[in-house]
């Protein structure tokens, strides 16, 4: 797709948690691993669901393990010069100074690889992700299946005991399954968010949305 005497893009796979990024960005590493590209994988510190680590190997052998990072000072200071693959799972923990990093490296002729969640639980953007995504040449957007309704999710739902977390809550709150769901748009609940905008919407005379 992007062949060609002059290299370097941006890549992005975002969606929401459980739609497979992971995994994606996971085959997309082993085919550049296969394809014997110099590949290195980082992945925020936040994120030790996994034990910490995770290593990906391919089928002829090799293998690599994710560097953890905690911001994105860190993914340039440690990424090589000689490196052509530059892959980054978690991405929406880290700062905004991951779009120049990325910019950067891509320039420089790397092929930069980015995954993450794109909406916070509340369904705003997620840290760095809107700009990385403005900024790649190509993006997927992955979705997982909806837990309610059985669509296709796009939005991560944060459950406290089991029940819908209000919007006033911290935007980073690492957890798995025990505290997050997959859902569609319109099985998504934000309390105190959903009020707020279904009064603003009839404050601004819409009389349409008064049987919401
Ligand atoms: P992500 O990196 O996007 O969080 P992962 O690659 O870690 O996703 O996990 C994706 C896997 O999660 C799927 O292959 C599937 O086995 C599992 N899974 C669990 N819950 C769901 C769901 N609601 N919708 C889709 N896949 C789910
Ligand atoms: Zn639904």
Known sequence: MFHGARHGWIEVVAGVMFSGKSEELIRRVRRALIAGRRVQLFKSHLDDRYGGQFRISSHDGREIDAEPVSNSVQVAEKVSPSTQVVAIDEAQFLDDGICKVADALAD?????????????????????????????????????????????ATRNQRLIDGAPAPAEGPTIQVGGAESYEARCRHCHEVPKRDRAQRELLLKRGKEKWEGI
Do not use: N, S
Not at 115 to 130: H, I, L, N, Q, S
């Open 108 to 152: 420089a002729g790397m092929r930069v690889i980015v995954a993450g969640t794109d909406m916070d639980f509340r369904g705003e953007p997620f840290g760095p992700m809107g700009p990385l995504l403005a900024r790649a040449e190509r993006i997927d957007k992955l979705h997982a299946i909806c837990v309610v309704c059985g669509d296709p």
